[in-house]
C-alpha cells in the first residue's frame, strides 16, 4: 500500500509528458555564466580572473564561510570577466563569465562508463570530499550537503530518507534519472549512510513512477538490502521534506526545527547520484538533469545541462521560444520561479524550465473569502491560510507569528485550491519572510 503524510494535500494533474524523454546531452553553449551563489549560503570566492585559461571541472570559486560551497567551471576556455549579472529571479549576482573553447575536463575525472561499487573512503573523508565537490541538495534549496551530512552536537541520525517523489507536476528530472541511474543513486545513498553511520535508508517514490520504482527495487534487492524502496501515494506536496519523514517514519518536524531534530536526514535522489559521481568518480557538480517542457512544445526534453546556460542559449537549443509561449518559469508551476531575464543562466539545483501559454497562466479575477476553508483542508502543515493572508494584508506582524506563519512550506496548495482566486500565498510569503528575520534577530536563548 502507498504511504502518504498526515494532513491536507491536493491532486493537481501531473502533466508529466516529457516522461519518455531520455536524457541526452545539452550542446555545449559558446558562453557559460557561472553564479558564485548557487547555494545557500555566503557566496563563494572566485579564485580566478579575467584572462585565466579554465578546465571543465576546475575550481572557480572557493565555498566562503561555514554555509558555502565551492563552484567549478562547467566547460572549458577564457575567463572573460567577473561581473554582475542577473539571476533568474533578477537579483544581481557575482558571475563568472567564461568564452567556451573546446571540452578539456580536468584529468582527475574518471570519464568511464564502469559502475564503481566499492565505497573505499571513510566517513571523514566522504565529507571532505563532498565538500570538495561543492555538492549541495537539488530538490530545491541547494543547501551543501558537506553540512547535511555533519549534524550539529548532541544530534544523532538514524534513518536517511532519499527523496524521489517528484511530486511537483511536469518535472521528470528524477523520474529519468531513477530509470536510468538506479544502481549509481543507491551507490550513492550508501555512501551518505557511511557518513552518517545509519544502517537503515528509504527512498520514497511517487506510485504514478512505477517504471521508477520497478528499476529501483530490481537494484535495491539484488545487493542493497539495507535501502528500502517505498512506494508513495501521489499527493501534492508529498516531495516536501516534512511530508516526506511523516509519511515514511510517521515522526513530525518540530516547528522551526530541522529533520536531524527527529534523527532523520533527507537528500534528493539526484544529490544521491552527485554524491556518487564525486567520490567513486571524482566529479565536483557542474552539470545536472533538466526539464524542458510544456504543452506548447513540440518535443519534450530531459538534458544534461552545464551549469551557466543562460535561457537564450537554452530556447536556442529546443528550437526557439516558442510561439504561443507567454511565460517561462524555472522549476514546477506549484513551487518555481518565474524567469524575469533572459540573460540569466542556469545553476547547479535547475530541476526544469516549464514554458507556459497565455491561457495557462490566465488567473481568475479574486474575489471575496466565502469561508469555505478548501484553503485549511489542502494546507499539508496545518496552517489557516486565509487568516494568515486577512493579517498579512492587515501588517500584523505579532499575530502572524502566532498563527504560525513561519510554518509555511510555500507549496501553494491552498492558492491552488481557493475558489475566490485569492492570491493567498502571494500575501503569506511575503509576512513569512518579514516573520522569520523578526525571530533570527533575536538573542539565542
Ligand atoms: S503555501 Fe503555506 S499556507 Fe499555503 S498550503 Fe502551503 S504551507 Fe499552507
Ligand atoms: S479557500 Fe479561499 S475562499 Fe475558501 S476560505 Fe480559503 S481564502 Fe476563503
Known amino acids: 500500500m502507498s504511504k502518504t503524510f498526515s494532513i491536507g494535500g491536493i491532486h493537481p494533474n501531473d502533466s508529466k509528458i516529457s516522461a519518455n524523454a531520455a536524457i541526452e546531452d545539452f550542446p555545449i553553449m559558446d558562453m557559460a555564466y557561472i553564479s558564485v551563489s548557487q547555494h545557500l549560503g555566503a557566496p563563494a570566492e572566485p579564485v580566478v580572473a579575467k584572462g585565466d585559461k579554465v578546465k571543465t571541472g576546475q575550481l572557480v570559486a572557493k565555498a566562503s564561510g561555514f554555509i558555502s560551497a565551492n563552484i567549478h567551471s562547467s566547460v572549458s576556455g577564457t575567463v572573460t570577466s567577473i561581473e554582475m549579472l542577473p539571476d533568474i529571479a533578477g537579483n544581481l549576482v557575482k558571475h563568472i563569465v567564461v568564452k567556451v573553447e573546446g571540452d578539456e575536463w580536468e584529468e582527475s575525472i574518471d570519464r568511464s562508463p564502469q559502475i564503481e561499487r566499492e565505497i573505499t573512503l571513510g566517513p571523514k573523508e566522504i565529507i571532505e570530499r563532498i565538500a570538495r565537490c561543492g555538492i549541495v541538495g537539488l530538490g530545491g534549496a541547494a543547501f551543501p550537503t558537506h553540512i547535511k551530512l555533519s549534524p550539529p552536537p548532541g544530534n544523532k541520525a538514524e534513518y536517511l530518507l532519499i527523496n524521489g517523489a517528484e511530486c511537483e507536476p511536469y518535472l521528470t528530472s528524477d523520474y529519468r534519472i531513477m530509470l536510468e541511474y538506479p544502481e549509481q543513486i543507491l551507490i550513492g545513498t550508501k555512501i551518505m549512510m557511511k557518513a552518517l553511520g545509519v544502517d537503515h535508508a528509504f527512498v520514497g517514490i511517487e506510485e504514478n513512477k512505477p517504471e521508477a520504482i520497478k528499476a529501483m527495487k530490481k537494484i535495491a534487492s539484488a545487493g542493497y538490502p539495507q535501502i528500502k524502496i517505498v512506494q508513495l501515494k501521489k499527493r501534492y506536496p508529498q516531495g516536501g521534506e516534512k511530508q516526506l519523514i511523516d509519511a515514511i517514519l510517521k515522526r513530525r518536524v518540530p516547528s522551526l526545527g530541522l529533520p ?46 552545464r551549469v551557466g546556460a543562460n535561457m537564450n542559449s537554452v530556447m536556442f537549443a529546443i528550437g526557439g521560444f516558442p510561439k504561443d509561449a507567454v511565460k517561462l518559469i524555472s522549476g514546477g508551476p506549484m513551487m518555481g520561479k518565474a524567469v524575469s531575464r533572459m540573460e540569466a543562466a542556469s545553476v547547479k539545483s535547475t530541476s526544469a524550465f516549464l514554458l507556459l501559454t497565455e491561457e495557462e497562466t490566465k488567473r481568475g479575477e479574486e474575489g471575496n473569502c466565502i469561508r469555505c476553508a478548501k484553503c485549511v483542508d489542502s494546507c499539508p502543515m496545518g496552517l489557516e491560510p486565509y487568516l494568515l493572508n486577512r493579517l498579512s494584508r492587515a501588517g500584523r506582524v505579532e499575530d502572524l507569528e502566532a498563527n504560525m506563519v513561519h510554518d509555511c512550506i510555500e507549496c501553494g496548495s491552498c492558492m491552488y485550491s481557493c475558489p475566490a482566486n485569492i492570491p493567498l500565498l502571494d500575501t503569506i510569503r511575503l509576512s513569512k519572510a518579514q516573520v522569520l528575520k523578526i525571530i533570527r534577530s533575536r538573542p539565542k536563548k
Not at 544521491?272 to 513540440?298: D, R, S, W
Request: net charge positive; hydrophobic share 40%.
Open 260 to 305: 536531524i531534530e527527529t534523527g532523520v536526514v533527507v537528500q534528493n535522489v539526484g544529490t544521491a547520484l552527485a554524491v556518487y559521481e564525486a567520490v567513486q568518480k571524482n566529479k565536483p557538480l557542474f552539470e545536472g538533469i533538466v526539464t524542458v517542457t510544456g504543452k506548447c512544445m513540440t518535443e519534450q526534453r530531459n538534458f544534461r545541462l
